[in-house]
């Protein structure tokens, strides 16, 4: 995916939430994203709040959003009812934007434009303009009623600024024996046959269910993103 993609699907859902470290604690705070251009997406708050600073210090964040904000639950059958969608998280790296630089920018960037009227109201925005110049994520399109196909996910990471992602799920080893357990039990559809046996990234939840079936210990615990 672009960037602009990747902007584009955080904006669809608007709403989201970001993580910075404090003295080893995750600090969490509602937000959203201002613009993109090909050096990242940008953000900004006033810089002398703790998420400014803790941006400016850690150079680190992780954002993720809904796009649906119905609470999930169960119908009144006991029936999951969770509506078809997706979730989106990011795991970025952080730079600060001076002033001047924001100020370019602006000259060619709609969004950036906003930026520069912030900075010309609330004094403590102009030096609260940060770009995520490198990031990898993922999309977790979920579709449990199978309303739009036959498997539950579709799970599809990104990466951008040169960073890399891990693949989903767990991997099953050349100790599989075949027997068709693992297979049998994901309810996800996300196991195919083989020699040995493998995982379609895309579909797994990650749930465990076939290393929890698998007699001879072939699968190895998924890598994180
Ligand atoms: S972890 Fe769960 S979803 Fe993924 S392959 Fe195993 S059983 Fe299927
Ligand atoms: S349950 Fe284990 S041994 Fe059986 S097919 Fe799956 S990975 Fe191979």
Redesign the pocket.
């Known amino acids: 995916m672009t960037i602009k993609e990747i902007y584009e699907k955080f904006e669809s859902v608007g709403v989201l939430t970001a993580s910075t470290i404090h003295e080893g604690e995750v600090h969490s705070r509602i937000m959203h994203f201002n613009g993109w251009d090909d050096d990242g997406i940008y953000l900004r708050t006033m810089s002398n709040k703790p998420y400014g600073r803790q941006l400016k210090e850690g150079e680190k964040i992780t954002v993720c959003g809904i796009d649906d904000n119905r609470v999930l639950g169960h119908n009144e059958d006991g029936v999951p009812d969770f509506p078809r969608g997706f979730f989106i998280r990011l795991i970025g790296e952080v730079k600060y934007l001076d002033e001047a630089a924001v100020r370019e920018k602006a000259k060619t960037n709609e969004a950036m434009k906003l930026a520069v009227y912030d900075i010309e109201h609330y004094p403590m925005m102009a030096e609260g303009n940060f770009v995520i110049h490198k990031g990898r994520g993922e999309i977790y399109d979920h579709d449990f009623g199978l309303t739009t196909r036959d498997h539950k996910l579709l799970r599809n990471r990104f990466a951008f600024g040169g960073a890399t992602f891990n693949k989903v799920g767990p991997t ?2 050349d ?9 049998k ?1 994901c309810t996800f559809k996300a ?1 195919k ?1 083989g020699t ?2 493998s995982v379609i990234p895309e579909r797994c939840d990650d749930c465990g269910t ?1 290393i929890a ?7 190895e615990l998924s890598k994180p993103l």
């Not at 100790?175 to 297979?183: A, M």
């Open positions: 099953i080893t100790k599989c024996i075949e027997c068709g357990l693992c297979l039990n196991i046959e040995p046996y076939c079936n698998c007699p001879v210990d072939a699968i």
